[in-house]
């Protein structure tokens, strides 16, 4: 089977990608089609491929397979996802992307799209490990879950190809959510078709990130065929070009933004604050901090373990990598998204609101996002779809006189935040006689972090938290935040009341004044 992979992601027109690939038949094709609505064929071309090992630590050092075929990315060639399928002589294919850029002096939209490819990055276990654990122990069962999240790494490189099912899956992959609550005494599950796993060789975090057939896919066919127009970013564009949103009055987060580094973070609050809008329909956003190194071919992504193993934790420590509401580096992520996964958690996974209603229940039903959804006090939507589920966030909560809940202002969140409805979420399995289905995470670090202490009753804290949508204005400009990664699935199941919420999000935000 060809293996393949890129020597940078992101492109502008005129610019050239060198593609470095192995297989063990020499003859391979390669096409390179945008991926929106439909799929647009824009090269066809043959390629030599020589048979190349896999080095040992490919997964933290990459690959150094020679170039294959270097591709000049064509001045029509519109910004968007380019899918490049290369396949072998037998038919076997292997497939890898590259963003291509509009140029700043000639944005292609006032709307941007950041593609979230540091999640991507995050979870990519090709060559053994990822950021998460030793996936190819795990999967093989040389090591058990706790055993294999331990042998995690912190550096990742860029310089190798992607699972397939992570990058490329088929349509029918099943989404990281219970379709059905859970019935009396009945064993908790999550999420994906065991059947389905096993036949196709799913490993637990390979629906967790990418672009096809998931959630910016989805998300993108969707605006398209409401005639809304896109440009693209990754998330490393806005790393290393600290102005490239400066053509831009909308900023579009979808699914999983979950990684971010700190030039990144800079680059959306300066957006925000002279005027720009920034509409996230993403979950777990910016919960871990990262940093990028040798020109963008090292995610550094220590998670737990940054005050451990960064190197820069002692000599420079708000560079390390952490989660971004760790103490150290002032600076929470709601401060940035007005919400926090900390406050959140997950629903309808294992025993996570594993009886939830699977949507948001509303109590701001006058909010601007609400108009014309003929959605009133206490009414639920996208229970049918559902909304909810897998990974969503919050913030600390307080019921005021009038009955509305409203937001504590710590940890980052804003005084100003308006909830418009929320839900019920856990950040990990409460105790059962059940065995554990969410991978543990720190409940003492994470305690400690959100309440202060680290005892027994502020880690039973941290499992009551709620699934939020809100919205509040930050300097000149607005943000709002749908507060699940399945959002997008409202719009694929044609939800009405998801559907026109987008619709009025995107709408204010664009009729506002331009900030260029």
């Known amino acids: 089977m060809p293996s393949c992979y890129t020597d940078r992601t992101s492109l502008f027109p005129g610019e050239t990608v060198s593609i470095h690939a192995s297989s063990t038949t020499p003859d391979c094709h390669l096409e390179i089609a945008r991926v929106g609505a439909e799929r647009r064929v824009v090269l066809n071309l043959p390629v030599q491929v020589g048979a190349h090992a896999r080095p040992a630590h490919a997964d933290r050092d990459g690959c150094g397979w020679p170039v294959a075929v270097e591709v000049r990315v064509g001045d029509d060639w519109s910004s968007g996802y380019y899918d490049l399928l290369l396949t072998d002589a037998a038919g076997a294919q292997t497939h890898h992307y590259i963003c291509v850029k509009s140029p700043a002096d000639r944005p292609g939209a006032r709307a941007v799209l950041v593609l979230t490819t540091n999640t991507l990055q995050a979870y990519n276990a090709w060559g053994g490990a990822s950021a998460y654990a030793d996936v190819e122990a795990l999967m093989s069962r040389r090591a058990t879950l706790p055993e294999a999240m331990a042998g995690a790494i912190g550096r990742l490189s860029t310089q190798r190809p992607f699972p397939p099912l992570l990058l490329a899956p088929p349509e029918d992959m099943p989404r990281l959510v219970n379709g059905a609550k859970r019935g009396f005494e009945e064993r908790p599950w999550a999420g994906a078709d065991p059947a389905w796993s096993r036949a196709h060789g799913q490993s637990p975090y390979d629906g967790s990130a990418g672009f096809l057939h998931k959630w910016e896919h989805h998300f993108v066919r969707w605006a398209e065929g409401e005639g809304l127009a896109l440009d693209y970013l ?36 300066h957006f925000v604050e002279s005027g720009g809008r920034l509409a996230c329909f993403s979950g777990n956003t910016a919960f871990w901090k990262v940093r990028w190194e040798d020109g963008g071919r090292t995610l550094v992504c220590h998670k737990w373990k940054g005050f451990e193993a960064d190197p820069l934790a002692l000599s420079d420590p708000a560079e390390a990598t952490h989660l971004w509401s760790h103490p150290a580096f002032a600076w929470p992520e709601a401060a940035t998204t007005g919400l926090s996964f900390l406050f959140g958690g997950y629903h309808r996974l294992g025993l996570c609101a594993a009886r939830g209603a699977g949507g948001y229940t509303v109590y701001r039903d006058r909010h601007w996002a609400l108009e014309g959804c003929d959605l009133y006090y206490g009414d639920v939507f996208g229970d049918q779809v559902p909304l909810l589920g897998y990974e969503n966030d919050g913030c600390p909560i307080t019921i005021g006189e009038d009955g509305l809940p409203a937001p504590v202002a710590r940890l980052g969140t804003p005084e100003g935040l308006e909830i418009i409805a929320m839900a019920p979420a856990a950040f990990a399995e409460s105790p059962s006689p059940y065995r554990p289905l969410i991978p543990p995470e720190q409940l003492e670090v994470v305690a400690e972090i959100a309440y202060g202490s680290a005892d027994a009753d502020a880690q039973a804290r941290v499992l009551r938290g709620h699934a939020v949508m809100a919205s509040f204005r930050k300097g000149q400009g607005e943000v709002f935040n749908a507060g699940t990664t ?24 664009l009729d506002a004044p331009s900030r260029v």
């Open 234 to 269: 990754t998330d490393y564009d806005l790393d290393a070009a600290p102005a490239a949103l400066a053509p831009y009055d909308v900023v579009v987060l979808v699914g999983h933004s979950e990684y971010w580094s700190g030039p990144q973070r800079r680059a959306i609050d």
């Open 486 to 509: 399945e959002w997008v699935h409202g719009l694929v199941a044609q939800d009405p009341f998801v559907t026109r919420i987008t619709r009025n999000v995107l709408k204010r935000f």
